[in-house]
């Protein structure tokens, strides 16, 4: 089959193609923008991609499904051909997967507001360590436990964003609750049919697709209906908003957390300069060794713990606590999920992809108990569709007021205007309040240049008047959902070429 990717070039979509390849399809897509890293992947693979949107183009290529991805809306011109002519078949990107790919399968899916791609990566990882053990052991040929996966990001660990695997194993796919398509407003995850649900957290988020906290409560529901008897949900039993889900007897739960009723629980946390470490109890038995990691905050060995419960009952349902944890030491993270960019003693740069109050925050809280004696600052970007509004304002002070220094980007162009905009000036003013001084400034460019001249200059910094003035070590770490206008890599490339890293 001759398959046609509309927005190839997103990651989801991207590996969504990589899979579509390696299942034996004929690939080729179109962007409107073609950048890095996925289009060279792509193009590593041989798979054409084409600039923009055309529809004679596209009828030229005659393709037999083509998959729109829910970037795309009306008035593109190819979907508007495709609705005008009726002449090629089209689905969603998760109705796709759904029918080619977890058909058969033994789908682990992972959702929550956050932490959705870590924890996709962590559990891809610990199954790919399970496979290595059996092959070890000689318990099963490859071909019989080789996980699938579908990250939706760009992990380091495992090495790759997509592996089909074979039909016996278990799949773990990135489950978003966010919209399937322009023709499809039903979250992406109630296509996936799940064997094993996680469900991470759970906050409102996505302003544009949901009403309020209880429609996304809704959303969620409708996918823990769909676990079979014979499945799991795995459950953040320290999570308010999911206990309000309310009893599931028509499957079996899992609680993960720090709650004395969980099954799983996190204890023992710890977190300095030299790393993270934490123990895991199964049923109150201790589960493996005491995990030591590199990954930053509480946030992450949940994280972990979700993941090892959902490997597990995908694996070793009758004794989940075989499960080895000791790959959790080596798991390296996924890029721009609190990425180290910049790693000298005067100078820490991270790059987070967080955009809601709740991951800043506890990033911020993470990056205080990791880094003590820095100065810490945050450059955020209000850019998805909800954060450049209005409605988690509050929280986005309460959050950035944990930081030193507050650089707040451009909020990104929509048609939202008045009180139910994101209000950079009630943000600056009132975390002056709270004695954290933030600028902004009318495009990103200009702020890279105030950071550049605050940040990099060895003299003491003048946007706080705390740590600034001992002219210690400095932390920045920029949150965005998106590009940032590229500054970000700026920024890192002329922090490593300063004198603030040169003199160390």
């Known amino acids: 089959m001759r398959i046609y990717f509309m927005g190839i070039c997103g990651t989801a979509m991207g590996n969504a193609a990589l899979l579509a390849r390696a299942s034996g399809h004929e690939v080729l897509g179109s962007d409107a923008g073609i950048y890095p890293p996925m289009s060279e992947v792509l193009r590593e693979a041989g798979i054409p991609i084409y600039e923009g949107y055309d529809a004679a183009r596209l009828e030229g290529l005659a393709p037999d499904l083509v998959v729109v991805g829910n970037a795309q809306s009306r008035g593109n011109p190819e979907v508007e051909w495709l609705l005008d002519t009726r002449k090629l078949a089209y689905t969603s ?153 309310g009893p599931m007897p028509w499957t079996r739960v899992v609680r993960v957390g720090q709650c004395a009723s969980c099954e799983v629980r996190i204890v023992d946390f710890e977190e300095d300069a030299a790393g993270a470490q934490f123990s895991l109890l199964w049923k109150g038995a201790p589960w493996g060794q005491r995990v030591h990691w590199a990954q930053p905050g509480l946030f992450n060995a949940r994280n972990a713990a979700m993941a090892a419960t959902a490997a597990a009952l995908a694996t070793v349902p009758d004794s989940p606590a075989r499960l080895d944890l000791s790959p959790l030491t080596r798991f390296r993270g996924v890029r721009r999920r609190q990425e180290l960019r910049v790693n000298l003693p005067a100078l820490k740069v991270i790059e987070d992809f967080g955009h809601h109050p709740t991951a800043l925050g506890e990033t911020l809280r993470s990056l205080r108990a990791r880094y003590p004696e820095h100065a810490v600052y945050a450059a955020f970007e209000p850019r998805s569709n909800t954060a450049r509004t209005s409605v988690l304002l509050d929280g986005f002070i309460a959050a950035l007021a944990q930081a030193d220094g507050v650089y707040l980007g451009a909020v990104a162009e929509s048609r939202i205007a008045g009180e139910a905009r994101f209000d950079t000036a009630r943000v600056i003013a009132e975390l002056a309040a709270k004695g954290v001084r933030a600028q902004t400034a009318a495009a990103n460019a200009e702020l890279l240049a105030r950071m550049k001249a605050e940040l990099l200059d060895s003299s003491p910094n003048p946007l706080t008047a705390t740590r600034a003035e001992t002219g210690g070590p400095r932390l920045l770490a920029f949150f965005t959902s998106g590009s940032f206008d590229g500054i970000i890599a700026d920024f890192v490339e002329a922090a490593k070429a300063s004198r603030c890293c040169a003199v160390q």
């Open 93 to 245: 990107l998760p109705a796709w997967l759904a029918e080619f790919i977890l058909k058969g399968r033994r789908p682990v899916v992972i959702c929550g507001t956050h932490g959705k791609t870590t924890t996709t990566a962590l559990t891809a990882f610990l199954l790919r360590g399970q496979a290595a053990g059996k092959r070890e052991r000689a318990e099963t040929c490859v071909g019989e436990f080789d996980p699938g996966f579908l990250i939706g990001g760009v992990p380091l660990d495992p090495p790759v964003g997509q592996h089909l695997g074979s039909a016996g194993a278990p799949f773990v796919i990135e489950g978003d609750e966010y919209d399937s398509a322009f023709f499809d407003k039903r979250s992406k995850f109630v296509h996936y049919a799940p064997q094993v649900a996680v469900l991470g957290n759970l906050e409102f988020d996505h302003a544009d697709i949901f009403r309020d906290l209880a429609d996304v409560q809704r959303s969620f529901r409708h996918l823990t209906r769909l676990v079979p008897r014979s499945g799991w949900v795995v459950l953040n039993g320290d999570d308010e908003n999911l206990a309000a889900l």
